[in-house]
T-cell receptor, first 118, second 111 residues
Framework: DTGVSQDPRHKITKRGQNVTFRCDPISEHNRLYWYRQTLGQGPEFLTYFQNEAQLEKSRLLSNRFSAERPKGSFSTLEIQRTEQGDSAMYLC????????????????FGPGTRLTVL | AQSVAQPEDQVNVAEGNPLTVKCTYSVSGNPYLFWYVQYPNRGLQFLLKYITGDNLVKGSYGFEAEFNKSQTSFHLKKPSALVSDSALYFCAVRYGNKLVFGAGTILRVKS
């Protein structure tokens, strides 16, 4: 299967701990996105990478959150000093970005990482 | 700012009957609209998108959507519902680099 993969699928942690999630996009997709989804809501945008460059960050992304995409391949999302309000599904998506405008790209989503902060 | 609204929290339909899941949008400029489906504890699966051209867009699993500029709507439709179509459906609009999603509509198809 060559879809977007995320690891781990589930993470339970205690408040105050740091967690890191990994996303592997579809091969050769240049664009990568992180979203957060809470119960009963649609996904909300967190951040966007074009290759290794982080080009946009949401105001939702507090200074406890950091995302990287070294070498323009996989990406990691780290949350420091987790809070109970961080409990959510974290979704990663990728899109081709082969020279066309990003606005018409289709984003393909991974299965998500469900974070529970106790 | 771009936004979408899904006015129905839940839609119930009998298997074999046509289904419609509603979406209205508010955008400045050309709307780029998407439908995704989410099964329990899974990520989102792309169904279809409208960028330009024909107002009737055909997508995966027999779904289609009708773009109506005058009514600012992009309703998802299927001629004959299956029990396996039961899931959570999201409408989204592209805003810059990101997708802005509606709150979602639960579709329940009963046999």
């Amino acid at each position: 299967d060559t879809g977007v993969s995320q690891d781990p699928r589930h993470k339970i942690t205690k408040r105050g701990q740091n967690v890191t999630f990994r996303c592997d996009p579809i091969s050769e997709h240049n664009r990568l996105y992180w979203y957060r989804q809470t119960l009963g809501q649609g996904p909300e945008f967190l951040t966007y990478f074009q290759n290794e460059a982080q080009l946009e960050k949401s105001r939702l992304l507090s200074n406890r959150f950091s995302a990287e995409r070294p070498k323009g391949s996989f990406s990691t999302l780290e949350i420091q000093r987790t809070e109970q309000g961080d409990s959510a599904m974290y979704l990663c998506a990728s899109s081709p970005g082969a020279g066309g405008p990003s606005s018409t790209d289709t984003q393909y989503f991974g299965p998500g990482t469900r974070l529970t902060v106790l | 700012a771009q936004s979408v609204a899904q006015p129905e929290d839940q839609v119930n339909v009998a298997e074999g009957n046509p289904l419609t899941v509603k979406c209205t949008y508010s955008v400045s400029g050309n709307p780029y609209l998407f439908w995704y489906v989410q099964y329990p504890n899974r990520g989102l699966q792309f169904l279809l998108k409208y960028i330009t051209g024909d107002n009737l867009v055909k997508g995966s699993y027999g779904f289609e959507a009708e773009f109506n500029k005058s009514q600012t709507s992009f309703h998802l439709k299927k001629p004959s519902a299956l029990v396996s179509d039961s899931a959570l459906y999201f409408c989204a609009v592209r805003y810059g680099n990101k997708l802005v999603f509606g709150a979602g509509t639960i579709l329940r198809v009963k046999s």
